[in-house]
């Protein structure tokens, strides 16, 4: 049964609510003119604009073939960049894990929510994005 993103929220572990419902807010404020569209049937949150943005992922919400629910939840809720590899990541916070293009942060608590990056990641991510509005309106 497909599930809303609310509730996906209402089914996860309490300290995964805090990160997912925080992380939700931070996106909200910082890409205002992103939109919220559940994927995969289970809830899980992806923003776009121009194209995909970034995503969020819990823990407890299994991921795919490559991962156990054991793995996934010892790395955390994760915030995913869908254009990573075009972010600039001085500090090294998003990781490849041998994706090409989307990276992503984890979080374990509520507290590893470092609201500085994220919401210089987020703005950088909405600026990535418009360059894609910018190549749109070049073809026409």
């Known amino acids: 049964m497909k599930k809303t993103v609310d509730e996906m929220i209402l089914n996860l572990p309490k300290d995964e609510q805090l990160i997912v419902n925080r992380l939700r807010a931070l996106i909200m404020e910082c890409l205002p003119t992103a939109t919220e569209k559940e994927y995969y049937g ?6 776009s604009h ?35 590899n075009l972010m ?14 989307v990276y992503v942060m984890y979080f374990h608590s509520f507290k590893d ?5 994220v919401r210089a990641l987020l703005f950088e991510a909405g600026m990535v994005d418009d360059t894609f509005a910018d190549k749109k309106a070049r073809k026409r």
């Open 113 to 117: 929510i470092n609201e500085e990056q």
């Open 42 to 47: 289970a809830g899980v949150p992806f923003y």
């Open 50 to 84: 121009h194209r995909q943005i970034c995503f969020i992922w819990p823990a407890s919400v299994f991921w795919g073939p490559k991962r156990t629910l054991e793995t996934q939840k010892s790395k955390g809720v994760s915030l995913g960049f869908c254009q990573g």
């Open 88 to 101: 600039s990541n001085e500090d090294g916070i998003l990781k490849a894990e041998g994706r090409k293009q």
